[in-house]
């Protein structure tokens, strides 16, 4: 009875015999999980996934998220500069031509009192020495005068009225050169005894004084500025315009002035004159007259800054430079900007980058495509070497020369240029970032697939002579089904070593591709296109959490996937130790 018991306890087969005879994956899995390194490189790989596809998810930023901060800086906030050139004013209802402006400059220029332009003849008319009005005259008379006594000899087609000849001697003896009557302008030309009176049709005012209104709603007319100015030359405190009564404030140093309507017994501040203009940098911001008068006092007196109250009555400090003749008037104002290079803190573990990005999260969605990127060009490479290395491999002959100088073709095309070619293509194209990421996939798989068939090819020339071979062919089995369920099942064992070890160098050439940027593209993250900022010898100096940690999971990620390809080639064929 016990000799019975012996006997059944030695046949008894244990749990190691019986995994080794009935389950030789879990043998391989045991050979596997011996192997310190590549269980290493398996949590490594875990891990990366886990904090690419599960971290992304949990992140509370988005990829493309921008964070902005306030800050101060200071701004351009006007510019100054001293007119030294004439300034055009068309009168109103007129507009002279671009051409005829640049003719009258160059009357001025030759001291003529009158120009031609494309036919037409124009006269200028001078007021002072900066001043000129630009205007065409219809002669109405010919006009002797001897003393007090003018004889009218009117021209053809006119008429001159005693009103009309009371209003020409009363503009000799005030020694005036025009006049006003029923709303028509007149002109008197000539010298000495011989004169001529024309009316005039006033076009552009040229001058160099540069005219600003107190108000964002006034617009200075044509007859305002015109009065102004004739009131500045001629000293005059008080003048009139369409009814409306001004008075000057006149500096005769820098021949500026201030105007004020009045009104009855009240005054407003109108508009100013001087050789001064002051614009805003900001086409939305009024400067006041009073800011005005400010800045060319501060620029007369070669101030350095100055202080002038804001709207809400707070003073604020400006800064002038002096360009030549040219200054900038700057202050301190509060911008929003981008939180760029912002240090590793408790709402951005890692920091922001150069565009206010979160850098974690960012190395959370590059994982994503830098992981998918790696395995499906893995996939679709070993998909095409697998079925063209099977098909050349089993049927020899004209298929097996044909499918390797395919192979040999591809492998004697230079990957680089390729992809530095076809990048710049893309760039040409403006491919859309997201299309260019699966593009990039397509064309890393292409050029990837030689080698799986080369190693697909080779193993089944040993494995088709074999007995188990020879047994399919005398059963009949179709030929599809012996390559595929009788030889490509016995390379697979070193196909996926071969694929394991191949996905650290495909994670690396994209990395590689994106760093010269030619993968994936802004705003989409990798590792590789995140590490182009050491492309700056500023940011890689002062910044090392902005390319340090995707660097380091490029590294580990290629050191995890070669771990386990190592244990599987160990694990699959324990003969390689020895």
Not at 223 to 239: L, S, Y
Not at 261 to 289: C, K, P, Q, R
Not at 340 to 354: F, Q, V
Not at 505 to 525: D, H, Q, R
Request: aromatic share 10%; hydrophobic share 45%.
């Amino acid at each position: 009875m016990a000799n019975n018991e012996n006997t059944n306890e030695t046949k008894r087969l244990d749990d190691e015999r019986r995994v080794r005879v009935l389950s030789p994956g879990m043998l391989v899995f045991k050979r596997f999980t011996r192997n310190r390194l590549a269980v290493v490189g398996s949590i490594i790989i875990v891990a990366m996934f886990i904090f690419s596809f599960i971290g992304g998810v949990l992140s509370p930023y988005e990829e493309d998220q921008v964070f902005r901060t306030t800050t101060m800086e200071s701004k351009t906030y006007a510019g100054v500069r001293e007119n030294t050139d004439f300034l055009y004013t068309d009168a109103d209802g007129s507009e002279l031509p671009a051409l005829a402006k640049t003719q009258a400059i160059l009357a001025i220029n030759n001291g003529d009192e009158s120009f031609e332009s494309q036919g037409v003849t124009y006269s200028l008319i001078k007021e002072s020495d900066e001043c000129y009005r630009v205007v065409e005259m219809t002669p109405v008379a010919n006009v002797t005068t001897l003393g007090t006594i003018s004889s009218f000899v009117p021209v053809e087609g006119a008429n001159v009225s005693e009103e009309l000849e009371s209003a020409f001697e009363e503009a000799l003896q005030n020694e005036e050169t025009s006049f006003e009557l029923d709303g028509t302008n007149y002109y008197i030309g000539g010298s000495g005894r011989m004169l001529t009176l024309s009316t005039t049709q006033d076009l552009c005012l040229i001058n160099k004084l540069v005219f600003s209104a107190y108000s964002a709603d006034t617009v200075l007319g044509y007859d305002f500025q015109v009065a102004a100015e004739r009131a500045m030359i001629n000293g005059d405190t008080e003048f009139t315009v369409n009814d409306t009564q001004y008075r000057a404030e006149i500096d005769e140093d820098t021949f500026s002035a201030v105007f004020y309507e009045v009104d009855g017994g009240s005054e407003t501040e109108y508009a100013m004159a001087s050789h001064f203009t002051v614009n805003a940098v900001a086409s939305n911001v009024f400067l006041s007259i009073d800011f005005k008068n400010r800045v060319q006092e501060a620029v007369n007196n070669e101030e350095s800054s100055f202080e002038f109250p804001d709207a809400e009555g707070n003073m604020v400090e400006y800064t002038v430079a002096r360009n030549n003749t040219e200054y900038t008037i700057s202050t301190l104002q509060e911008i929003q900007v981008n939180n760029n290079y912002e240090s590793p803190s408790a709402s951005h573990w890692l920091g922001t980058d150069g565009n206010g990005m979160d850098i974690l999260t960012r190395l959370m969605y590059g994982g994503r495509v830098s992981l998918l990127i790696g395995f499906l060009v893995v996939i679709l490479s070993a998909l095409i070497g697998v079925v063209l290395g099977g098909l050349a491999g089993y049927f020899g002959k004209w298929l097996d020369n044909l499918i390797m100088r395919l192979v040999d073709i591809f492998n004697c095309i230079p990957a680089m240029p390729v992809y530095l070619i076809l990048g710049s293509i893309m760039d040409f194209a403006k491919v859309d970032p997201r299309l260019r990421i699966w593009l990039l996939m397509v064309i890393l798989s292409v050029l990837s697939w030689p080698g799986i068939a080369r190693l697909t090819r080779g193993q089944i020339l040993s494995l088709r002579e074999q007995e188990f071979m020879v047994a399919t062919e005398a059963t009949g089995i179709r030929v599809s089904k012996r390559i595929f369920k009788h030889l490509i099942p016995n390379v697979m064992p070193q196909l996926i070593v071969s694929c394991t070890m191949s996905l650290g160098s495909v994670i690396l050439m994209e990395a590689t591709l994106s760093f010269l940027g030619l993968g994936v593209k802004f705003p989409y993250a990798s590792w590789g296109n995140m590490i182009t900022a050491v492309n700056d010898m500023y940011v890689l100096r002062s910044y090392w959490f902005v390319w340090i940690p995707a660097g380091i999971c490029i590294i580990l990620t290629v050191l995890g996937f070669n771990f386990i390809g190592d244990g599987l080639r160990d694990a699959y064929d324990p003969k390689m130790k020895r």
